[in-house]
């Protein structure tokens, strides 16, 4: 009875150990399967946050481009009619991203500038200033063709690029069209557009002042 009693219990650890083993081997490769699962699907979520994030950060650098270009507009909304030109010592030097946009009017009759040699600006309320003298504080922001190394509110870094056409309309009475292109600071590449035609019998300041 002894005797039996020990190789039955010999016996049964015997095959608890094979049953054991067997269970060890097929849990390590569910393991591996389900870590390979895994780490496919974190892979896919990270992907996934990756790209939604660069898709805030253009989402936000597009409207913030947007914001720059209203507000560069607004100074020109406050000038007279004769005041929206840019400095024509400036536009001399733009370089070439700013000479090759399609709102680049090169040097004629079609481009107003500031020149503080010509009429009207050698008389009168101008008496020979330069733009910036004469507009002053932020306003002489509207003097400059191109702004480099803006911050916006993001903390990022803008170009604002500023572009004044003439045109007529009707009987010939003149158009003065200020386009404003704001640029990625390190791309260079165009985020935002705005544009806004200025009419010259809505844009006169009282008397005596010239229009």
Not at 62 to 73: D, I, K, N, R, W
Not at 191 to 210: K, N
Request: contains cysteine; glycine residues 10%.
């Amino acid at each position: 009875m002894v005797g039996e009693s020990r190789a039955l219990r010999v016996g049964s650890r015997g095959s608890h150990r094979v049953d054991l083993r067997g269970q060890q081997g097929f849990g390590l490769i569910e393991l591996m399967i389900a870590m390979v699962v895994l780490s496919v699907g974190l892979l896919g979520v990270v992907g996934a946050f990756a790209a939604g994030q660069v898709s805030l950060r253009r989402a936000s650098h597009l409207t913030t481009a947007m914001a720059l270009a209203e507000s560069q507009m607004e100074l020109y909304r406050a000038l007279t009619y004769n005041e929206i030109a840019l400095d024509s010592t400036l536009l001399a030097t733009a370089d070439a991203t700013y000479k090759t946009d399609l709102h680049y009017v090169p040097a004629g009759p079609l481009r107003p500038e500031w020149d503080r040699t010509k009429a009207p600006f050698t008389s009168g309320p101008y008496n020979g200033a330069t733009c910036a003298t004469f507009l002053g504080g932020n306003a002489a922001q509207a003097c400059k063709p191109s702004q480099t190394g803006v911050i916006g509110p993001d903390q990022y870094i803008y170009r604002l690029d500023t572009y004044v056409a003439l045109a007529s309309v009707g009987a010939g009475r003149q158009l003065k069209q200020v386009t404003v292109v704001v640029r990625d600071g390190r791309s260079l590449a165009a985020l935002a557009t705005a544009q806004t035609t200025f009419d010259q019998a809505t844009s006169c300041p009282a008397a005596p002042q010239p229009c």
